[in-house]
Nanobody, 120 residues
Framework: QVQLMESGGGLVQPGGSLRLSCAAS????????MAWYRQAPGKQRELVAT???????NYADSGKGRFSISRDNPKNTVYLQMNSLKPEDTAVYYC??????????????WGQGTQVTVSS
């Protein structure tokens, strides 16, 4: 069984930085795309950033120039470095990984979410 464990959330002042981590564990054959999403109160979950197995990253407009996604394949871990944080970045952040657990067996897995609050 595969599990994703997130860490790194917390309370930060506007203009500050946070680094989120998400590590996958369990029986993993390979991990394809990794991604970060977020969901603010009363809003739908939205995509923040994605990174392919080859390291190609893409960002939503909201995070371009401020957020950086990266991955450590041997550690089955994805990171989200967030700089110049704004109050509107306040949300629960979720990681998602597309994981192959066997021949022709691939599924999306989600982390439990980590709260990021940007406030003075």
């Amino acid at each position: 069984q595969v599990q994703l464990m997130e860490s790194g959330g917390g309370l930060v002042q506007p203009g500050g930085s946070l680094r989120l981590s998400c590590a996958a564990s369990g029986f993993i054959f390979s991990i394809n795309n990794m991604a970060w999403y977020r969901q603010a109160p009363g809003k739908q979950r939205e995509l923040v950033a994605t990174i392919t197995s080859r390291g190609l990253a893409n960002y939503a407009d909201s995070g371009k120039g401020r957020f950086s996604i990266s991955r450590d394949n041997p550690k089955n871990t994805v990171y989200l470095q967030m700089n110049s944080l704004k109050p509107e970045d306040t949300a629960v952040y979720y990681c998602k990984m597309t994981i192959q657990t066997g021949v022709l067996r691939e599924s999306d897995y989600w982390g439990q979410g980590t709260q990021v609050t940007v406030s003075s």
